[in-house]
């Protein structure tokens, strides 16, 4: 097909048009979601360029430094079953972001407001709080972009494996990859680590950006088929009866699921550390204790020895005062006798 024939497909797709329309769902929400910095809005600019027909406009702020920018879930209607959400990235793999992630990808924070991420169980609360403000009957459908230029290491593997696992296990859909920045090199190494990964799709392009937005066919081609596939894999999922209420329950469930085993874990991990503290606590205040036991038994020793010199000291004075006084007294006697002895008479 052409570009025009595939534009028309495209632009003409209903759900309520077929025998489909009994499964009660009313569009296709197109859950965009990855890391910081990895070209999400400029994706966005390129699909609404490509579908509009019109002029480049930079819908979504994109800018060349991909910076990441993107702190709340915001919506572009594509068309009017096909809606592209651009839900907030994450900037790490720990805990409260990707429970953040999964609450975006699983539609249950309401659209086009600020995400935070929360700690504690503030999460669900918010959870709650929104399921008002949430059309059950959108049809969930993962993209995960990716940029080329950032590469993919072997540390990164677990974290990717993990984020998209939990993604298919939401979604009932392994997430389609949209991998940007296509002829920056090492393409074909980063396709395969994510079919590896367990990607059936995998799709490679390069955006029009604010410098660089001459319409190329291959671009449009690149677009264009990217979206009828999409098509075509939301008409085969929805051939299996889904119920979009019963849906809808099963991702709040099993998110709801994820931040309690989190926060559970998160509690043992603390309480672990605590414990753990305290012990080293207790072992250095332990340490602490013997070092002042054997400084005060130095301490000890030293006033025991000084005090036995300063006696040794004290009787050898006295010893040798006596001495002298004894030998002082011995000559007295021997004069005296002497004296007697000259003088012809006894000492008395």
Not at 8 to 33: N, P, W
Not at 54 to 61: I, K, P, R
Not at 193 to 221: I, W
Not at 323 to 337: G, I, N, S
Request: proline content about 1%.
């Amino acid at each position: 097909m052409d570009i025009q024939d595939l534009t028309a497909i495209i632009r003409r797709f209903r759900f309520t048009d077929s025998e489909k329309a009994k499964h009660g769902y009313k569009r296709i929400l197109l859950q965009l979601f990855g890391f910081l910095g990895h070209g999400k809005s400029s994706f966005i600019n390129t699909c609404r360029y490509v579908l509009d027909g019109g002029d480049y406009v930079n819908h979504a702020g994109a800018d060349s430094s991909d910076a990441g920018r993107t702190t709340s879930r915001i919506s572009y209607k594509l068309t009017e079953d096909i809606i592209l959400v651009d839900n907030r990235g994450c900037g790490t793999m720990n805990s409260h972001e990707t429970g953040e992630i999964f609450a975006q990808l699983a539609n249950l924070l309401p659209l086009d407001q600020e995400v935070e991420w929360s700690k504690g169980f503030r999460l669900v609360d918010r959870i709650v709080d929104a399921e008002t403000e949430i059309q059950k009957s959108d049809f969930i459908f993962p993209i995960f972009l990716y940029s080329v230029k950032m590469g993919i290491y072997d540390t990164d593997i677990e974290d990717l494996k993990q984020l998209l696992d939990t993604a298919k296990m939401l979604t009932g859909i392994f997430p389609f990859i949209v991998l940007t920045h296509k002829t920056h090199g090492g393409m074909s190494r980063i396709e395969r680590k994510f079919q590896d990964l367990g990607a059936e799709r995998v799709f490679a392009l390069e955006n029009y950006t604010p410098e660089d937005h001459f319409k190329t066919r291959g671009r449009h081609e690149d677009v264009l088929k990217f979206f009828h596939e999409i098509i075509k894999e939301a008409q085969f999922k929805v051939e299996q009866v889904w119920d979009p209420v019963q849906g809808f329950k099963e991702r709040k469930q099993f998110v709801l699921k994820f931040i309690y085993d989190r926060e559970m874990k998160s509690h043992r991990s603390e309480r672990e550390q605590k414990t753990h503290a305290e012990q080293t606590f207790l072992v250095k205040r332990l340490e602490s204790l013997k070092f002042q036991a054997e400084a005060q038994r130095q301490e000890d020793k030293r006033y025991f020895d000084e005090e036995m010199k300063r006696m040794q000291e004290t009787f050898e004075a006295h010893r040798r005062s006596d001495v002298l006084r004894f030998e002082a007294e011995m000559k007295e006697y021997q004069r005296q006798l002497k004296k007697a002895r000259k003088d012809g008479c006894k000492l008395q």
